[in-house]
């Protein structure tokens, strides 16, 4: 009965592993950080090397060169970024839950015009900065 037990229970853990996919380089680090507290102060994690997990709700299209990942607030998600060819994330990952490690960075400022311009008026942009993870490695469950 424990043989029987002890194989029911390796079989079971090996499906579960079977469900995850790697991609790009094994992961290191063991701390996760919230994707919340990245957005909070992305300025402070800017160039560390970070471990989050979230859900999928965005996946490049075209060549699978990003995701983005859900933060636990509405409407919150941060970009996983990884060099087109070094990993491809699969397109059917929307909704999947992905564990990645990658190195937070700046990327070019984004500029948007008010679109509440009075006729006459000075043209007044916002200028945003835009943080994202530089991908290193990822585990798609």
Same mark, same amino acid.
């Given at each position: 009965?424990?043989? #029987?037990?002890?194989?029911?229970?390796?079989l079971?853990?090996?499906?579960?592993?079977?469900?995850?996919?790697?991609?790009?380089?094994? =992961?290191?680090?063991?701390?996760?950080?919230?994707?919340?507290?990245?957005?909070?102060?992305p300025?402070?994690?800017?160039?560390?090397?970070?471990?989050?997990e979230?859900?999928?709700?965005?996946?490049?299209?075209?060549?699978?060169?990003?995701?983005?990942?859900?933060?636990?607030?509405?409407?919150?998600? =941060?970009?996983?970024?990884?060099?087109?060819?070094?990993?491809?994330?699969?397109?059917?990952?929307?909704?999947?839950?992905? #564990?990645?490690?990658?190195?937070?960075?700046?990327?070019?400022?984004?500029?948007?015009?008010?679109?509440?311009?009075?006729?006459?008026a000075k043209?007044?942009?916002?200028?945003?900065?835009v943080?994202?993870?530089?991908?290193i490695?990822?585990?798609?469950?």
């Amino acid at each position: 009965m424990k043989k #029987l037990l002890v194989l029911v229970l390796l079989l079971s853990v090996a499906f579960v592993k079977a469900e995850e996919k790697k991609y790009g380089k094994s =992961i290191t680090l063991k701390e996760k950080t919230s994707i919340s507290t990245i957005l909070s102060d992305p300025a402070k994690f800017d160039g560390k090397t970070v471990l989050v997990e979230g859900k999928i709700v965005g996946v490049c299209q075209e060549m699978g060169c990003w995701l983005d990942l859900a933060g636990i607030k509405e409407g919150e998600k =941060i970009r996983v970024k990884v060099k087109d060819g070094d990993i491809v994330f699969p397109k059917n990952g929307k909704g999947k839950t992905a #564990l990645v490690e990658g190195v937070v960075s700046k990327v070019e400022p984004v500029t948007t015009a008010h679109k509440d311009k009075k006729e006459g008026a000075k043209d007044e942009c916002a200028t945003t900065a835009v943080y994202q993870i530089q991908g290193i490695g990822a585990v798609i469950k």
